[in-house]
């Protein structure tokens, strides 16, 4: 599960980890209001509005914009809450902004030189203090896992890839969590000191307790600045500039699996950011995710599902779908799960994979039955069942082929791909 | 022969008084499994009716019926805010294999579970260590023979019941499995696997091509587990009577690409394999929690090529698992 901006804002705030001033709004008419709310008391006038969606591509599609004043702001707000964001990372005809963040305007240090750095880096790299700080599992240690580089603010993916060096990796300890020496030593590796090291690791140790706590799959801080503040004097001589370590911009994925202990974070989760047709999947204890292709599939099992989207594939036909509707499910999810594949609109025909074990072949043929009942095939279905009570479940299948008409039986996987990437390709 | 599980294999299932815990209980223990005892706090002293012929005594905790049974396997269905703790509970008790059903385990619960079993493996002399398969898979099973069943595909129940010599620990469907002395060719295989039904779909068409099978292990489809592909393997290289290997990975992860590193350096038998998820797109959940593409090592394609490289008989159609298996095996 995702969560917005603000929210992971929110989050951090409440671990005690330092994230800028800022407002959330719904309409632009808010906008001034929240400008001077987010830079009051803040030597800088600068501003940063920002579109909350869960997809990236926010800069360049024009959803986050720096201000300087109160109209600016207003006109940003305008444009975001009444234009349609379209970046690589949305559907084609874009996603509505619903809400947005007003943070105050940070100015980060320039990058100073630093000894300490366990990497040095190229000139290439940003010339601002600005960090890479996440935590995530790395299943190949089976141990939760600190990454943090120099090379903050751009896509940590690609510096991985070039440069594997510049990535810093500090295991968690599985029961004690980040223990305060290990976030020290990654500290004085990125390249910091003084107090910015207290700061920075500090914000190290909350994040990787906010991360066990709360069931994180990734707690991602990007980027985790120096920021510099100038702090009036009282005796109005020139202020003297201050540093501080803080985060600008955070990103939470949470382990579904660990929602139930979390009714807090799970009511953070924005239906209009997920698939409708997922959602509903979800609702019925089914296994859903939407695909381009136009061949619907009902599988029972992860891996056999994923396995049948490449049979079709091989066949020459595009999957629609993986829909596991798993081991326990009833012949109402069943029907359900009929009723979801067929509200897709490219769904030209359906194929019915199943093997069952926990999952009973006669389920499936019932659930068949009902959705034919219910909404009608009209377009071809090719049903391949094995295992548990497969006799019965053929018997239903035959019975019922009258009121079926598109109905065919194959005996395997091949038959089965071979059959309906035929039907659909007419 | 076989690996981890054979007929005289003593198993308790834990969680044996859910609906899930009670109906696979029944399941194995038709099957033939030697069913010594259930596992329900609270519910000891009470007992768990197979049929007429059969009660299994429950117990409140692991330690009291590894003491009174001699149980060394167990199955655990028990629900997933509770499971990580009742892995621990049997390794604590002295339990050899921990077969762990529950899917939807925290993944962080894993983490800390698995790293204290670690540690008590630490401290264990080598003939020792636990075992743990899963969470998140259908268990593992040493077929045993067709004695007796009876009508072959009406239910989860129909099996080698009374003397098959079998042991099912999970939750496949019995008959579709071979002993060895029943199948064609005279020889078996050993699979291992992240997928449940995959796996069946694999054992059928082994099945159906003569072959047998010595062991078959699911390991699940969760990002922290117990036995890896390579641990897996290891015990089939070594096992005398599993003639061939096949293995079934997914996308996500880079164990299959270790276990292809490790066949090439060490394994003997023929292998096989396919990978499954090759059309999956990047970044999305399928199903498993632990399928899902995040670097170049984890894509399906990464996995095949690794594995051909390996030497490895390579199905890119899960209709041809078996077939690739008996080529491998020269049958």
């Given at each position: 599960m995702k969560i917005h901006e603000y929210q992971a804002r929110d989050l951090l705030s409440s671990f005690g980890i330092p994230v800028p001033p800022g407002v959330t709004i719904?309409?632009?008419?808010l906008a001034e209001e929240a400008y001077i709310r987010a830079t009051k008391?803040?030597?800088?006038?600068l501003a940063v509005i920002k579109a909350q969606?869960?997809?990236?591509?926010r800069g360049k599609a024009g959803f986050v914009k720096l201000v300087r004043n109160a109209t600016e702001a207003k006109d940003a707000a305008q444009f975001m809450l009444t234009n349609r964001m379209i970046s690589?990372?949305?559907?084609?005809?874009g996603l509505q902004v619903k809400k947005l963040l007003v943070a105050a305007g940070v100015e980060i240090a320039d990058r100073m030189p630093s000894p300490s750095a366990q990497c040095p880096v190229p000139?290439?790299?940003?010339?601002?203090e600005e960090f890479y700080l996440a935590i995530t599992t790395d299943r190949a240690t089976r141990r939760n896992i600190l990454i943090a580089s120099r090379?903050?603010?751009?896509e940590i993916e690609q510096v991985a890839h070039d440069r594997p060096e510049a990535i810093i990796k500090q295991p968690l300890?599985?029961?004690?969590?980040?223990?305060s020496f290990a976030a020290r030593k990654v500290a004085y590796q990125l390249g910091l000191t003084g107090k910015l090291v207290t700061q920075a690791a500090d914000i190290m140790v909350k994040l990787a307790k906010l991360f066990v706590e709360k069931d994180c799959s990734l707690a991602e801080i990007n980027p985790l600045v120096i920021a510099v503040e100038h702090s009036p004097t009282p005796d109005s001589r020139l202020p003297t500039p201050d540093f501080r370590v803080l985060a600008i911009d955070a990103k939470f994925n949470f382990d579904d699996n660990g929602l139930f202990r979390h009714p807090e974070i799970e009511q953070?989760?924005?239906?209009?950011?997920?698939?409708a047709a997922e959602l509903r999947a979800k609702a019925a204890g089914l296994s859903y995710v939407a695909l381009e292709g136009n061949i619907g599939c009902l599988v029972n099992g992860a891996g056999l599902a994923m396995a049948t989207m490449d049979i079709i594939k091989l066949h020459g036909g595009q999957p629609a779908n993986f829909l596991d509707v798993g081991g326990g499910a009833s012949e109402e999810a069943v029907t359900e799960a009929f009723h979801i594949i067929l509200s897709d609109?490219?769904?030209?025909g359906i194929l019915v994979n199943i093997f069952g074990g926990i999952m009973r072949c006669d389920i499936i043929a019932q659930g068949v039955v009902n959705a034919a009942k219910q909404v009608g095939f009209k377009v071809p279905l090719v049903v391949r069942l094995e295992g548990t009570n497969v006799d019965a479940g053929r018997k239903i299948l035959n019975d019922a082929k009258s009121m079926i008409p598109t109905l065919q039986a194959a005996t395997d996987l091949t038959d089965a791909a071979t059959k309906v990437c035929k039907a659909v390709a007419g | 022969m076989s690996i981890l599980i054979n007929a005289s294999t003593k198993v308790i299932c834990q969680g044996i008084t859910g609906s899930f815990g009670g109906a696979h209980t029944k399941g194995c223990a038709l099957y033939g499994?030697?069913?010594?005892g259930g596992v329900t706090p609270g519910k000891g002293g009470q007992f768990f009716e197979v049929d007429s012929e059969c009660k299994i005594p429950i117990f409140d905790t692991v330690d009291q019926v590894v003491r009174q049974t001699g149980a060394e396997a167990t199955m655990i269905f028990v629900p997933p805010p509770f499971a990580a703790d009742a892995i621990l509970e049997a390794a604590d008790a002295g339990i050899r294999v921990i077969c762990c059903i529950t899917e939807g385990i925290p993944v962080n619960d894993m983490v800390k579970a698995r790293a204290l079993l670690d540690e008590m493996n630490a401290a264990r002399p080598a003939d020792k260590k636990i075992t743990l398969v899963g969470p998140n898979c259908p268990g593992v099973i040493t077929p045993g023979k067709?004695?007796?069943?009876?009508?072959?595909?009406?239910?989860?129940?129909?099996?080698?019941?009374?003397?098959?010599g079998g042991c099912k620990i999970g939750?496949?469907?019995?008959?579709?499995h071979t002993h060895v002395s029943e199948s064609k060719t005279g020889k078996a295989v050993g699979i291992v696997s992240r997928s449940g039904t995959l796996t069946y779909e694999a054992v059928w068409q082994t099945s159906r091509l003569g072959l047998g099978q010595s062991t078959c292990v699911?390991?699940?489809?969760?990002?922290?587990?117990?036995?890896s592909h390579i641990d897996v393997i290891e015990l089939f290289e070594k096992d005398?009577?599993?003639h061939g290997i096949l293995m079934i990975g997914e996308i996500g992860g880079t164990d299959e690409i270790k276990a292809a590193e490790y066949v090439q350096k060490h394994v003997k038998k023929p292998v096989a394999a396919f990978i499954a998820g090759r059309t999956a797109p990047p970044?999305?959940?399928?199903?498993?929690?632990?399928a899902i593409i995040g670097?170049?090592?984890?894509t399906a394609d990464a996995k095949i090529s690794a594995l051909q490289k390996a030497g490895a008989k390579v199905?890119?159609?899960?209709?041809d698992m078996g077939k690739m298996m008996a080529e491998a095996m020269k049958i």
């Open positions: 719904e309409s632009p008419l008391g803040m030597a800088s006038p969606v869960h997809a990236g591509g690589p990372q949305t559907p084609p005809e000139s290439a790299s940003p010339s601002k090379e903050g603010g751009v300890h599985p029961t004690v969590g980040l223990q953070l989760a924005d239906p209009a950011e997920e698939n609109q490219h769904c030209k | 499994t030697q069913l010594v067709k004695t007796g069943a009876g009508d072959k595909s009406s239910s989860v129940y129909t099996s080698a019941k009374l003397g098959g939750i496949m469907p019995g008959y579709i699911g390991i699940g489809g969760d990002p922290v587990r117990g036995m005398p009577e599993t970044g999305k959940r399928m199903g498993h929690a632990g670097g170049a090592d984890d199905a890119l159609s899960p209709a």
